[in-house]
Each structure stands twice: as structure tokens, then as C-alpha cells.
């Protein structure tokens, strides 16, 4: 019986050591974790007070205005430096592209040459303007076209100028001055069929009435007699040429030529049998050298100067009793052409006659 009751004390107290046991363990360990997460948390706030800080440590962040003001520092720098691919990278960047920035992209386009790309430039521009800034685009346009036929030209570099005014008959095809000086230069470069389908776009604007006859009429010209014409000259009294002419198709004639006079001078006598020639002929008096002289205004058909054949010309006809040539050939038919007397090998040669107009907006 003894033995039994120790039995169960024992038993007892072994249940109530572990049970002890049991709680301090938990205990123990719901502190540890309560501990790993305070820790935890704390590691998380210092780590988001790093992060706070690190950002506050950074510069500042430019505001709109100041990063516009250093991109058109660097936009104006580079076109200084003619460097114009950088000049064109920042151009890019700027928020507003002003029409003063684009004209200072022109003028760098303009002395480096690059005339195809000016004007392509330009044009692009022009699209989205008010009526006030595409006319002074316009203006600037035109200012540039009219200097790049001057540079162009002295180098009677005819291919780029034909090159040019397709392109700007392309950008602008309602301005009929770019067909007009289209169809000159491919004149000049000896393609008479192009200039004349040229001035096709030209044809119906009554502004340009006289421009559009003075073409056809050196395209018509140019056919005739090609792109220059020599015509042999006789020398007589040291510093006087004299040419021959032929008259109404029958009368062969030697006229000095004689460029301080605005009128071709002939005979009287010399054509007095030619038929029906005085019928319509109107009289005047003439300024000579000799006082006042009584002369006769006649026109006369089928003139002829070597190969070059005329349809008519306007002649004064007087006595001239004094002078012992056959007459004078004047600047009524020399103004028709570009001209020039080559002394050295008498020879007088003719082209057609250089047109030039002014650009108007």
C-alpha cells in the first residue's frame, strides 16, 4: 500500500516538472518571436529613414525654364561653332521652336551651301504659321532664292539651278516666278523642250505676261540659232566693225555696227526699189551729228545675219550723203541679245539675251 501511494506522487510530480517545463518553453519562445518582430520593424523604419535621407541628399531637379534656357545656350552655341548637326540636335529639344531659331538654322544652312536642305527646312516651317510670320518666312525665302541664283549663276552652274526650281515649284506650286526662272535655266542648260513644258505653269498668269513672251521668244530663239551665234566682222578705220546684213530677203548690205545708236540706220537709196516699202513709212526728224536730217520710219520683213534670221526689224531710212558705209546697225537689234564684239578675232557673237526678274512675294 505504501509502495502504491509513492508510486503515484511520483507519477504526480513528474507531470507537474514538465508541465513547468512546458510553459516556460512557450514563454521563452513567444518572447523570442516578439523580439524578432520588434526587431524586424525596427530594421524596416531605418532602412525607409536611409531611404528619406538619400533623397534629400540629391540636387534638386531643374524646373521647366531653366532646362529650356540651357538647351537654347547649347542650340546657340553649336550654330557659333557652325557645327550643324549639333545646331540641328538641339534645335530639336527646344520646346518651342521660334521662327528665329529656324532662320538661325537657315543661315548656317544657307553659308554652308546646303541649299537643298535650306529650303526643305523652310518650307517644312512654313506649315502651321499665322498670315503675319509665314510672310516674313516668305520674305526670308525669297531673299534666300534670289542670292543662291546670284552665287549659282556666276559659277553658270546650270544643273543646280534647274535642280533648285524644281524644288521650289514642288514646295510652292502656285507661285508662278519659280516656273518662270525654272524654265530659264533649263533654257541656259540647252534643254529648250523642258523649258518650254516648264512655262506651261506659267502660261495663264496675265502678271506675267511680258516674262512668259521674252521666254518663248529665246526658247523660239535658242532653236534657231543654238546657244551662241558668230558672225564674222570686217575692221575698217582702226577701231569700226562693220557686218553684213541681208534685206527683205534680196538686199545684201554692210552696216557698221554702232552701239551708242538706238536706231538701225540705213540709205535711203539703197532700198528705194524695193517694192510697197515707203507705203507705211513714217517721217520724223533725226538728231545727227551734222544738226537735224529728215528721215523715214520703215519696217522691214525677212533680216537676215549669217544664219540668224529675224521675222522684222524697225529701220530709220535718210539720205545720209556724207557717210560712206551703207548704214548703221543699232542697238534695236544688238538689245536682243547678249552681245559682245570679239576684236581679237572679229567676230561678233550673239546668244539669247539673259533674262532677269525681280522675286516679289
Do not use: C
Amino acid at each position: 500500500m505504501k509502495r502504491t501511494v509513492s508510486y503515484f506522487f511520483a507519477l504526480f510530480l513528474g507531470l507537474f516538472v514538465g508541465w513547468l517545463a512546458q510553459q516556460f518553453w512557450i514563454s521563452s519562445n513567444s518572447l523570442e518571436t516578439s523580439t524578432s518582430f520588434t526587431q524586424s520593424i525596427a530594421r524596416q523604419y531605418q532602412r525607409l529613414n536611409d531611404l528619406k535621407k538619400q533623397t534629400l541628399s540629391l540636387s534638386p531637379v531643374e524646373d521647366d525654364s531653366v532646362t529650356e534656357e540651357s538647351l537654347t545656350s547649347q542650340f546657340l552655341d553649336a550654330i557659333k561653332q557652325k557645327n550643324l548637326d549639333l545646331a540641328f540636335e538641339q534645335y530639336a529639344q527646344l520646346e518651342i521652336q521660334e521662327l528665329n531659331d529656324a532662320l538661325l538654322l537657315a543661315e548656317l544652312l544657307f553659308e554652308l551651301e546646303r541649299y537643298e536642305s535650306l529650303f526643305s527646312f523652310l518650307y517644312d516651317y512654313r506649315y502651321g504659321l499665322d498670315a503675319k510670320s509665314e510672310q516674313r518666312l516668305l520674305s526670308e525665302i525669297y531673299r534666300y532664292v534670289e542670292q543662291v541664283e546670284i552665287k549659282l549663276s556666276e559659277e553658270e552652274n546650270y544643273d543646280k539651278l534647274v535642280s533648285l526650281y524644281r524644288q521650289l515649284s514642288s514646295y510652292q506650286g502656285d507661285y508662278t516666278f519659280y516656273y518662270l526662272r525654272l524654265s530659264y535655266w533649263l533654257l541656259q542648260s540647252g534643254d529648250t523642250f523642258e523649258a518650254s513644258q516648264s512655262l506651261l505653269g506659267a502660261i495663264n498668269d496675265i502678271a506675267y505676261v511680258k516674262e512668259i513672251g521674252e521666254l518663248q521668244d529665246a526658247i523660239e530663239l535658242y532653236d534657231k540659232v543654238g546657244p551662241q551665234i558668230e558672225i564674222p566682222l570686217r575692221e575698217v578705220d582702226g577701231d569700226h566693225y562693220l557686218v553684213k546684213v541681208e534685206l527683205e530677203g534680196e538686199v545684201s548690205l554692210e552696216l557698221m555696227i554702232d552701239t551708242g545708236a538706238s536706231k538701225t540706220v540705213v540709205k535711203k537709196v539703197l532700198l528705194d526699189g524695193v517694192p510697197g516699202l515707203l507705203d507705211d513709212a513714217l517721217s520724223l526728224q533725226m538728231s545727227t551729228a551734222n544738226g537735224r536730217a529728215q528721215g523715214l520710219a520703215v519696217r522691214l520683213n525677212k533680216i537676215s545675219i549669217a544664219k540668224l534670221q529675224l521675222d522684222y526689224l524697225d529701220v530709220i531710212l535718210m539720205d545720209l550723203p556724207k557717210f560712206k558705209y551703207d548704214g548703221l546697225l543699232g542697238m534695236n537689234l544688238l538689245s536682243q541679245f547678249d552681245f559682245q564684239i570679239d576684236q581679237e578675232n572679229l567676230v561678233l557673237k550673239l546668244a539669247p539675251k539673259k533674262i532677269t526678274y525681280t522675286l516679289s512675294n
